[in-house]
Nanobody, 123 residues
Framework: VQLVESGGGEVQAGGSLKLSCAVS???????MGWFRQAPGEEREGVAT???????RYEDSVKGRFTISRDSAENPLYLQMNSLKPEDSGIYYC???????????????????WGQGIQVTVST
């Protein structure tokens, strides 16, 4: 399974970015998620979406970020609005290859990870 993120970059506070994650090598995708890691910080979950489309978010991004997936072509998206400097970091998409309850605090259950992409929000 290969996951490749795209769409990162630098944006001013209050701006928007949309991340995409292309997936190959897997016929059925179960729980998909976005995670991020800021310098000197531990990795944290941002949002997850299961195969039925149920989305869950980390509290600090609720109302600002939207995770979505296209079941026909398998890509995963993260629309990020009203970005803040504290949203800066390396963003990773990930896949957990089994069904069931899926949430951003389950990062240890995710088996497949992309290489990550930088998001920088400047003041």
């Amino acid at each position: 399974v290969q996951l490749v993120e795209s769409g990162g970059g630098e944006v001013q506070a209050g701006g928007s970015l949309k991340l995409s994650c292309a997936v190959s090598g897997y016929t059925r995708l179960w729980c998909m998620g976005w995670f991020r890691q800021a310098p000197g910080e531990e990795r944290e979950g941002v949002a997850t979406v299961d195969s039925d489309g149920m989305a869950r978010y980390e509290d600090s991004v609720k109302g600002r970020f939207t995770i979505s997936r296209d079941s026909a072509e398998n890509p995963l998206y993260l629309q990020m609005n009203s970005l803040k400097p504290e949203d800066s970091g390396i963003y990773y998409c990930a896949h957990r290859p089994w069904p069931g309850y899926c949430s951003p605090d389950q990062d240890r259950e995710f088996s497949y990870w992309g290489q990550g992409i930088q998001v920088t929000v400047s003041t």
